[in-house]
């Protein structure tokens, strides 16, 4: 695909030029174009600096994944492929889904009052398997990035000491975290506007 | 590798939900406020927030934090009519209410607060959770925060439809379908990348 799709948001959520909602994100200008910014300043950068496009890609192949989105999972998937990854990444990339697939929010609260909201749910780890295909440092973060869909709650130094101990840098950790955070975002806002589209 | 995680000063974490001003401990090392790049100055959009960890923090891709900047601004602060501010400010402390981030909730929650003029409303969601009973119209917003907010998301027709017969047109829908998303967001960074503190003083 090229960078002559217009807007990333309207093309998950199937918006055409003319219609309703695209004359409802039109009172919304600046936040339409910088949600497409967003989207250009993580996958699109002048620079990739610290995290490559392969691994910005299978980063949101899963994240779209877990979410269990069709729609946005595909668009990432061909852009992962584009990315001409190793052999092997996108079937490996498909299977961690299936292995790491559950629902969310759960996690634990500091001690006291809140901890009657304590909701137990599992901690994924790459297996050895995919790991050994995708590589320490994009199974590092794979494991992030479940943590960060699914159990928000339950992040604690460690598991940025993980990312760490597998080579991404401190500023790396930023544009992952980042990238997991934006797909939370685009993800809901492209099904929030599919739903009202029809609804 | 050089980089290290920051070990946070000796503080004391909130347990509960609060509308308390909390600071925010950050477990990676901010950039330094001196030297902050002309690049990094416009990642941070406001000059002021230089003095914040957390955007100081996030201007080490200044790109991506300028452009979630901007659109953080426009869904919540562009007056020109869809959803009120108050309301605006209630989807994002309720999907921070249910995703979890004490943080978050208490900065919107404040601004719910001020905004809405119903603090004790605002301060039983932060008390009782999603499920507190605040009347139909701010119970429909939250339903469809909590929907939203859910992996796999659960937002359905009848989230619409119920927004729809408490009174919201379609810009106030989209309106919380972007603060609910864009909180899914925000309390993601906010959660992982540090820890909210107790004022020392409190």
């Known amino acids: 695909m090229s960078a002559a799709l217009t807007d990333v948001i309207d093309a998950l959520a199937g918006i055409r030029p003319g219609s309703a909602l695209d004359a409802v994100r039109n009172r919304r200008p600046q936040a339409r174009e910088q949600a497409e910014a967003s989207f250009r300043a993580l996958f699109e950068p002048e620079s990739f600096a610290g995290v490559s496009a392969a691994e910005r890609f299978a980063v949101a192949v899963f994240v779209t994944g877990l979410h269990g989105d069709a729609v946005s999972a595909a668009f990432y998937a061909e852009r992962l492929g584009a990315t001409e990854p190793s052999p092997g990444v996108p079937a490996a990339v498909d299977a961690a889904i299936a292995a790491a697939s559950g629902q969310g929010p759960y996690g634990r609260y500091p001690v006291g009052l809140l901890s009657r909201e304590d909701t137990p749910g599992p901690s994924y780890h790459v297996g050895p398997e995919a790991r050994r295909i995708l590589g320490a440092r994009l199974a590092a973060a794979f494991d992030h990035a479940h943590l960060l869909v699914f159990h928000p709650r339950d992040a604690a130094p460690a598991r940025l000491q993980a990312l760490l101990d597998a080579g991404w840098s401190t500023t790396d950790i930023v544009t992952l975290s980042q990238i997991i955070a934006f797909l939370s975002f685009q993800i809901r806002v492209a099904a929030g506007l599919r739903i009202l589209a029809t609804a | 590798m050089a980089d290290k995680i920051v070990q946070p000063p000796l503080h004391t974490a909130p347990a509960v939900f609060t509308r308390a001003l909390l600071d925010w401990l950050p477990w ?90 119903r603090a004790d409303d605002v301060q039983r969601l932060l008390d009782e959770g999603v499920a507190a009973d605040l009347g139909e119209r701010w119970n429909a917003i939250i339903a469809a925060c909590v929907a939203l907010s859910a992996t796999p998301i659960a937002f359905a027709s009848e989230h619409v439809e119920r927004l729809r017969r408490a009174g919201l047109d379609d810009l106030a829908i989209a309106d919380v379908i972007h603060a609910a998303a864009f909180f899914n967001s925000a309390n993601r960074l906010m959660l992982s990348l540090g820890e909210p503190a107790l004022p020392a003083e409190a």
């Open chain 2, 28 to 117: 990676l090392e901010p950039l330094a406020e001196e030297g902050l790049t002309e690049r990094q100055m416009a990642g941070l959009v406001d000059a002021v927030r230089a003095k914040s960890p957390y955007f100081r923090l996030l201007a080490r891709d200044p790109d991506a934090l300028r452009a979630r900047t901007l659109t953080d601004k426009d869904i919540f602060y562009n007056p020109e009519a869809g959803l009120p501010r108050g309301e605006r400010e209630l989807a994002a402390a309720a999907t921070s209410r249910f995703n979890g981030c004490i943080y978050c909730a208490s900065v919107h929650a404040r601004h719910s607060a001020t905004y809405s003029k």
